[in-house]
């Protein structure tokens, strides 16, 4: 029609190319789907210094305490987990005379 010339339609084969379409696009969008939703879950991760505990914000390596306090406001507080005090008294023992 648009370069003039008859124009037939043909709806069975319209029909079928649709079907075919929507054959390739449902696989398409699912795997764009899991993806995005793999990213999202990437992307909450907290990046976090092996050595000295620090997180990333923004770019900038912050203390924990300070990043919970800015990001979520939590207060924290410091304490010692039962396995640890286990370990300082192990040492503690160890090197008393």
């Known amino acids: 029609m648009i370069f003039g010339g008859e124009h037939l339609s043909n709806w069975r084969e319209a029909a079928m190319e649709t079907l075919v379409v929507l054959v390739v696009a449902t696989p398409v969008l699912l ?5 995005v939703a793999r ?3 990437l ?3 907290l ?3 092996a050595w000295c505990r620090r997180t990333e914000c923004e770019g900038e390596w912050v203390a924990t305490e300070l ?4 990001r979520l ?4 507080t410091h304490g010692i987990c039962p396995a640890c005090t286990q370990k ?3 040492d503690f023992r160890a090197r008393r005379p």
């Open 31 to 35: 795997a764009t789907k899991n993806i």
């Open 39 to 41: 990213l999202h879950y």
């Open 43 to 45: 992307e909450g991760f």
């Open 47 to 49: 990046r976090v210094c």
């Open 67 to 70: 990043f919970l306090a800015q």
């Open 73 to 76: 406001d939590t207060h924290t």
């Open 88 to 90: 300082v008294r192990r």
